[in-house]
Each structure stands twice: as structure tokens, then as C-alpha cells.
């Protein structure tokens, strides 16, 4: 099957090699900032985590998202999302794989990565965080395949699968609530000590990743004889509309016990991000421009009428999707950071080669999920019209 | 003095973290051989022990800044601590590593500050460092176990081991700790440098020792020793006649952020009259 990977047109070599050429030029740059150091970075002192880990972050919920597909699918037999779930399982492996590079870019001594195994430490989140993501993309990669090999020989996929789908879902869920964890349990960083974290991260998870799917699925649509479905995608565009109410919903509890309960320090850092602090206003324009995005898109995906209008729904999880990722992949982090442990403002803004190493690691993400998808698409046209049962 | 296998290790563990290979009696090259046993070590009968270590500062006995300087740069230059500097001489934030440093009233205590506070209070400098803390955050969230508790209360960092995930630096509520962003030895001084003390390397996190190294050979915390007369302390708490111990006890102390539970062991004297 994999071999259907290699097998493209001329357009499909285009982009393959314009997705290399731009991971080519983050591994230029990733080697320069393995000579020097990660002060090639904006991170500093008082700002120690930045873009790398605010993308690790964002990334955590996109991987986790595909149980959004799964559970209608497999719990509910909403048969809709019968010929789909493949891509929200292909868009898992490759999130978590840019997960993993997002770590590994992020470490001061990458070299010594097998530490962590080494010296296995069960009281540190971020072992844990490490097991269930590694766990996670072997279970993902494992049902996907076996799937779309028993789709391609045209037989029902064996019995045992079921097992590792169904063990899926709960560990989607760990996955994201582990790497909240990693922010809600520090003592000290007010905006992180949150109860509803790891709740924020699911609902803006199950909002950020179906919206990538949908334009995903719309690509795919255009660009090859294989139809997700049109209704499978307005499943999904109501799947959206409701995690991003949550997700709302949940920040405006922040909002409410930060500024409510009138500790400064609960409110610092919101107020650094939303309106600035002690004249530093750096993050304020991308946080409104988030925040302006974010009721756009919720506008267009609550009517109904606006929502079943395919270029529509597009632009609104396009807007979703960057709204999200700027509040989840930059604000999150930083905003944690900002007052530093002195109440005092340090701001931080991502170097150029940090910006390109990020891209870089996308890249590579996307040449993973593009011959991913090369190869469901080619079983798919292969298989259209036959309804499989899983 | 006898000591089990497991204590050898400890202490040999110890020494190698912070460089010490030559208080480790000849190393062998050969790597193993049957029969052939560990590099053996005996323990200096001039180290100093204690249950607990501990430190108090009193700032009302600084009088100038110049007797601030002189105990962060006892400290810095000691263990070879970077000096990254702007062109214009003023201290490069962007790679700043700091172990001990000063730090006005309301920031070392944030909080703390009321507007009719007395001038004096409010524009004091306090010097802050680790706090070794009981309960440390740092140590309870480092993946590699790099960073760790001793049993004499010192958090110690192993810079073999860190893999330069800063998770520790996250958790820290105190700010103490630095990473080196890129090759620290850039910025040593080679006048000022501390041979008998090891360089780091790009790409981990380092911060106040208590001075571990000295304390084995019998010696106070440099920063200690250099400050005015009273100023500062250093000491067994768990002892009842140390010189911490009965500061503590008999006059208002207070430590930074007690209410997040880490059970800090730096404690800053408040009022400042003579002690012991
Ligand atoms: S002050 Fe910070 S670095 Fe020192 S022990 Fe406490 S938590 Fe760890
Ligand atoms: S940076 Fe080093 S010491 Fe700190 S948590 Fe990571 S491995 Fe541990
Ligand atoms: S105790 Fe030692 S390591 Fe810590 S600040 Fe003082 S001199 Fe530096």
C-alpha cells in the first residue's frame, strides 16, 4: 500500500517537493541553532518556553481530535463518517509526529533524548506525557492501517481492531488532558493553575482539529475522484460549532474568577494579553485579532443557513483554526510566562530562525499527512461505491 | 570512617556531578576487569554535614551596594558563572545566568507591598537565590530526575543528565533558575575563572548549589563568607544551637511565597537588630 505514496502526478511531485524544500530550509536552520544554542531563539530567562512548545501544544489537540470522528462513528454507528474517520486518523499521526519534533527542536541537549527512558521518572508529567503520545501515534497508525488494508482487499477489517478503536478514545482524551497537566499543576503560574485546563484544551481541541479536517476533506474533494461525503462534513461543522462553545464558554470562566475575585495575580496575565501590561502591549493586537476571528467563525458556523454554504463553512474554519492557534500555539505560553515569577514584564517575540525551523516542522507534518492521504485517497477511488462495514 | 557501597556511590555521584573526578582516588583506565573494584573514596573528615542546611539573610546589614556586589560576585565568579554583556556594557537579558542577585522589596515579595509602607523597606534591595526548597516544584516535575533532592535538604542539579527541557524552569516559583541559551565558556572571564570549579555547556539549567562543593571540604557558602559581618547565615535548622536555628526562633522571619507550600529554607530576617 505504500508505494501508492510515490505514485502521483506531476502536481502531486510539485507539492511534495515545495513541502521538502521548505523542511529543507528548517533543518538549515535547525542545525544552527544546534551549534549555537537555542538562544538562536527569542526565548530568554524570564520567557523559557515560546513558539516550539506552543505549537507542541496546539498540535496535541488536532492529534486528539480524530476521536471526535471516531465515537459518532464507532459508538453512535453514525455510518456517515463510515469513509472520513481515515483522514481524521491519518491527520492524528501526523500531528503527534509534528509533536514529537516540536519537543525535540525545543530541547537544550537533544542528544540525550533517550534520558528520559532511561531514567524513567513517574512523579514528572512530561514522562507521562511522552508515553501516551508515542502510545498514541503506534494505536493510530495501527487502526488506520489495518482498515484501509482490509478496505483496499475489499473484506470487513478482522475483529481484534475493534479493541485498539475503542481504545482509542480514551486515550485521545489522555493525550491532551495529559499535556494540560503539564501547565495546571505548577504552582506558581496563575494563568496555568487552572482547574478547567486540561476541559479549555479538549473543547478548543475538538474545535481546532474537525475544522482543519473539513478543509482537509473539502481539499481532498476538489482535488481527487474521493468524496468524504457532504453530510459527513456538515457532521463535523456541528461538531465544530458546539466544542467552540465550549471552548468560550470555559475561557469566560477564566475571565470571570481572574478579574471577579480581584487577585492581581490572576488577572496579570490576561490583562497583559488582552489589553497590556505596565506598558507592554506587544501580544495585544494578535489576541484581538484571535478574539475577532473567533466570533466570526462562530457566527457563520451557529446559522444554519450560513453553515450548509460550503465556501462558507470553509472561511469560517479557516478562521476558527487561526483564532485558535494564535490564543493556543502563542498566548497559552506566553501568556503564562508574563508577569515572570517577580511581577515583572519580560516580552518575547518568536527570532526568524525560530519561525522558520516552525515552519519547517509543519512542513514536514504536511509531507506526512499529504502521502498519507495519497494513499487513502488512491484505495478510496479505487473502492467507490462500495460500502464497507468496519 | 567506614561506608557502604551505597554511600560511596552517593558521594562519588556527587563529586563526578560537579566535576571533582580528582577527589575520586586514581581512576583506572581500564574499563573493567573480574575482581577489579570501584574507585574508592573516603569521605573528608572535614566536610561539613547537617540535617537540614539552611540559610538566613538579614539585608538591613548591608550598607552599600558594593557589599551586595561583593557577595553575588563572590558566588558568580566561584562557579564560574557567565557574564553575558551588551556592547554598551549593561547585562545581556537575552542570555542572562544569574544564581544570586538582587531584587527590590516588592518583587522579592510580591504582594507584600503596601503604599504606606516606610521608604527605607520599600526600596531595600534583598538578595535572592535558590531556596532549596522542602517541597520543590522543579523537582517533582523534571522528566530525568537531572534535577534532585540530597538528603541534607540541597536541591542539586545534574548537568550530565538535564536534557534541557526547562520544565523546572516552568515550575520554579522563585525564578531561580537559569539556561545556558548557548556555550556559557563564551563569557567567562579566563582572569576571573575558577579552575578548581567545571563550565557548563550550552543547553542546560544550573542554579545556587548551596554551595555543595565547599561544604565538603569543609568550607561556608562563598557568598556567605563574603558578606558584612551578620548579614548573612548559614547553618543546620535542625540543629537547636545553630546560629539559623536561633535566629529563626527568636526573631521575625519570613520566607518568600510560603503560601505555595514548596518550604522554602532561605529566611529573611525583618526589623533587623543583632543577632546571637
Ligand atoms: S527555589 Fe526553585 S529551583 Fe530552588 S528548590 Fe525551590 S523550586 Fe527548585
Ligand atoms: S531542564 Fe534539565 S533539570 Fe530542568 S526539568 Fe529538564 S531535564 Fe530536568
Ligand atoms: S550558596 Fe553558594 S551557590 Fe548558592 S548563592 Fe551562595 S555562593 Fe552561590
Not at chain 1, 482490509?150 to 485498539?164: E, M, Q, S, T
Not at chain 2, 556592547?87 to 510580591?110: A, L, M, N, Q, S
Not at chain 2, 527605607?120 to 534591595?125: A, L, T, V
Request: charged fraction near 15%.
Amino acid at each position: 500500500m505504500l508505494e501508492k505514496a510515490f505514485e502521483g502526478g506531476k502536481k502531486y511531485w510539485a507539492w511534495l517537493f515545495f513541502l521538502g524544500a521548505l523542511s529543507a530550509v528548517g533543518v538549515y536552520y535547525y542545525i544552527q541553532q544546534f551549534q549555537f544554542g537555542l538562544g538562536l531563539t527569542g526565548m530568554n530567562r524570564d520567557v523559557s518556553w515560546g513558539l516550539y512548545i506552543g505549537q507542541f501544544t496546539f498540535l496535541v489537540g488536532v492529534a486528539a481530535s480524530a476521536v471526535m470522528l471516531v465515537i459518532p462513528y464507532y459508538l453512535h454507528d453514525f455510518k456517515k463518517f463510515g469513509k472520513i474517520v481515515i483522514l481524521g486518523e491519518f491527520l492524528a499521526i501526523s500531528a503527534v509526529t509534528m509533536c514529537i519534533l516540536f519537543i525535540f527542536v525545543d530541547m537544550g541537549q537533544p542528544m540525550r533524548i533517550m534520558n528520559v527512558i532511561l531514567h524513567p521518572t513517574p512523579n514528572s508529567v512530561m514522562f507521562w506525557d511522552s508515553v501516551v503520545l508515542s502510545g498514541y501515534l503506534a494505536i493510530n497508525a495501527l487502526v488506520g492501517w489495518v482498515t484501509l488494508s482490509a478496505d483496499r482487499k475489499g473484506v470487513p477489517p478482522p475483529k481484534w481492531i475493534k479493541f485498539f478503536i475503542y481504545l482509542s478514545i480514551p486515550w485521545a482524551v489522555s493525550i491532551h488532558t495529559v499535556t494540560a497537566f503539564l501547565y495546571s499543576g505548577l504552582p506558581a503560574r496563575h494563568f496555568w493553575l487552572s482547574a478547567v485546563m486540561a476541559a479549555r484544551f479538549l473543547a478548543s481541541a475538538f474545535a481546532a482539529g474537525p475544522a482543519l479536517l473539513i478543509i482537509l476533506a473539502l481539499i481532498v474533494r476538489k482535488i481527487s475522484k474521493f468524496d468524504p461525503g457532504k453530510e459527513a462534513i456538515q457532521a463535523i461543522g456541528k461538531i465544530v460549532a458546539y466544542a467552540m462553545f465550549a471552548n468560550v464558554f470555559l475561557l469566560g470562566l477564566e475571565f470571570f474568577t481572574a478579574f471577579y475575585s480581584g487577585i492581581p495575580g490572576h488577572a496579570a496575565s490576561f490583562l497583559y494579553l488582552y489589553v497590556g501590561l505596565e506598558g507592554h502591549t506587544e501580544l495585544v493586537p494578535l489576541m484581538w485579532t484571535s478574539t475577532i476571528l473567533a466570533i466570526v467563525a462562530l457566527l457563520l458556523l451557529v446559522f444554519p443557513a450560513a453553515r450548509k454554504k460550503e465556501g462558507l463553512l470553509a472561511f469560517a474554519c479557516l478562521s476558527l483554526f487561526i483564532s485558535l492557534w494564535i490564543d493556543k500555539g502563542f498566548g497559552l505560553i506566553i501568556g503564562g510566562f508574563v508577569p515572570n515569577p517577580f511581577e515583572e514584564v519580560h516580552p518575547y517575540w518568536p527570532t526568524m530562525p525560530e519561525a522558520l525551523i516552525t515552519l519547517g516542522v509543519w512542513a514536514i507534518g504536511f509531507l506526512v499527512l499529504s502521502m498519507l492521504y495519497k494513499i487513502a485517497i488512491s484505495v478510496r477511488e479505487r473502492t467507490a461505491g462500495i460500502e464497507i462495514e468496519h | 570512617m567506614s561506608m557502604d557501597r551505597r554511600q560511596f556511590l552517593k558521594i562519588a555521584g556527587i563529586s563526578s556531578i560537579l566535576g571533582f573526578g580528582a577527589s575520586v582516588a586514581s581512576a583506572t583506565h581500564t574499563i573493567w576487569e573480574p575482581g577489579l573494584k570501584p574507585p574508592q573514596v573516603e569521605p573528608n573528615p572535614d566536610g561539613l554535614i547537617a540535617k537540614r542546611w539552611a540559610m538566613v539573610v538579614d539585608m538591613s546589614k548591608f550598607k552599600t551596594d558594593e557589599d551586595i556586589k561583593k557577595v553575588t560576585t563572590a558566588c558568580h565568579q566561584t562557579h564560574n558563572v557567565p557574564d553575558f554583556r551588551n556592547p554598551d556594557g549593561t547585562v545581556d537579558k537575552k542570555f542572562e545566568i544569574k544564581w544570586i542577585w538582587e531584587e527590590p522589596f516588592g518583587r522579592t515579595f510580591p504582594g507584600s507591598e503596601n503604599k504606606f509602607m516606610s521608604e527605607h523597606i520599600k526600596d531595600m534591595p534583598f538578595i535572592v537565590l535558590c531556596n532549596h526548597c522542602d517541597n520543590p516544584p522543579c523537582v517533582r516535575v523534571c522528566p530525568t530526575q537531572a534535577t534532585f533532592k540530597l538528603p541534607n535538604g540541597i536541591t542539586m542539579q545534574d548537568m550530565h543528565r538535564c536534557i534541557g527541557c526547562r520544565f523546572c524552569m516552568a515550575a520554579c516559583p522563585y525564578g531561580a533558575r537559569s539556561f545556558n541559551w548557548t556555550d556559557p565558556r563564551k563569557a567567562i572571564n579566563p582572569a576571573t575563572e575558577n579552575k578548581a570549579y567545571p563550565t557548563r555547556t550550552k543547553g542546560v539549567v544550573e542554579k545556587c548549589t548551596f554551595c555543595t562543593e565547599r561544604l565538603q571540604f569543609g568550607k561556608i557558602p562563598a557568598c556567605v563568607e563574603a558578606a558584612p559581618k551578620g548579614a548573612m547565615f548559614f547553618g543546620d535548622i535542625e540543629d537547636p544551637n545553630s546560629e539559623v536555628r536561633k535566629i529563626v526562633t527568636s526573631q521575625l522571619t519570613i520566607r518568600r511565597k510560603p503560601e505555595l507550600g514548596t518550604g522554602p529554607a532561605v529566611y529573611y530576617v525583618i526589623g533587623g537588630s543583632d543577632h546571637a
